[in-house]
């Protein structure tokens, strides 16, 4: 059976460490970082993700500056709110909650946010920083699965990783990381010919395609490191709903080395990385 690779666990960690940072930080600067998380419309996973940001802003001891907006709120208002944002000193990082409603730009939008306050890493600047290999806001998912793989000490030099997705989200910065780290990283995407021969060829298998279980036990090699970024939401015959990724957990687990749960696993992560890079950014001003 494969290790567990905890992220809940050291999701915990990494937020105390947080929380001793800001307890030294805040008497000398004499507020607490913030953090502004702007939300569009009433998508149900959306509200869940962002009650979990704010609830650990509050452990850690970030103020929130949340700001939830109605579903036909317009490009122009939003763009203003980041606008005023960008401009306020008790605030040190600002994310844009995605998917938006159909009648916004979200590219359009990250260009409005300050880079140095860019807590998501998704600003043209912060992912051009990643593709030059400079140091500075990354990607909090991917930021959080390389995280992951630096606290259970997985090799990573020389490994051939192939990472299942392409969005801007997660998969594009998480193959640029990897290739950072010296994989040897295939990224493989709906349009992929023979897309299991691939995947079984990993010895880092990244799942980001965001459809449910779909990673089976045809594309793992015996032994590979499987990372699933996946959270989807499934209902039983019951009604009930539940969590699943994007990996078929019962089947990957005999055969991997190493296997990230969900839930517990790059989500908690996720949200520890955006945390880290909140403090980052408030660190770095003045
Ligand atoms: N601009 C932007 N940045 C994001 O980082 C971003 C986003 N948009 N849109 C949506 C996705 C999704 N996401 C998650 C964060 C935490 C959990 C998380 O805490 N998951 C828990 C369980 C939560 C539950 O029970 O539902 C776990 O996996 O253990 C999941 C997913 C951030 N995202
Ligand atoms: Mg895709």
């Given amino acids: 059976m494969a290790n567990l690779l905890d992220g809940k666990t ?44 704010e609830k650990s802003c509050e452990r850690v001891g970030i103020a929130s500056f949340g700001q939830h907006f109605p579903a036909d709120t317009s490009q122009e208002e939003l763009k203003e709110a980041i606008a005023n944002l960008n401009e306020d000193d008790r605030v040190d990082g ?27 890493g998704l600003h043209p600047m912060n992912l051009g920083g990643l593709v030059r290999g400079e140091k500075g806001l990354r990607s909090c998912t991917p930021a959080g699965v390389m995280r992951l793989l630096e606290e259970y000490q997985i090799p990573l030099a020389g490994k051939r990783a192939v990472v ?86 019962q089947a990957a687990e005999p055969i991997a080395g190493y296997i990230t749960p969900v839930p517990g696993g790059i989500g908690p992560m996720t949200v520890a990385m955006l945390l880290q890079n909140t403090v980052e950014s408030y660190q770095k001003r003045i």
């Fill in 10 to 53: 050291t999701a915990q960690k990494i937020q105390s460490q947080l929380r001793e940072k800001i307890k030294t930080l805040e008497p000398q600067r004499g507020r607490p970082p913030g953090l502004a998380v702007l939300m569009v419309g009433d998508n149900p996973a959306s509200a869940v993700y962002v009650r979990n940001k």
């Fill in 164 to 249: 299942l997705g392409r969005s801007i989200l997660v998969g594009k910065p998480m193959a640029l990381m990897l290739l950072e780290a010296n994989c040897t990283v295939t990224v493989a995407h709906s349009r992929t010919e023979n897309l299991e021969a691939i995947a079984s060829e990993a010895d880092i298998l990244i799942a980001a395609v965001g459809r449910p279980e779909m990673v089976g036990a045809n594309c793992i090699k015996p032994g590979a490191v499987v990372i699933d970024v996946g959270i989807n939401r499934l209902e039983d015959a019951n009604g009930k709903s539940r969590l699943v990724g994007d990996v078929d957990f």
């Fill in 94 to 120: 600002i994310l844009v909650q995605l998917p938006l409603p159909e009648h916004l730009d979200a590219v359009s939008l990250l260009y409005e946010i300050a880079p140095h306050k860019d807590a998501d």
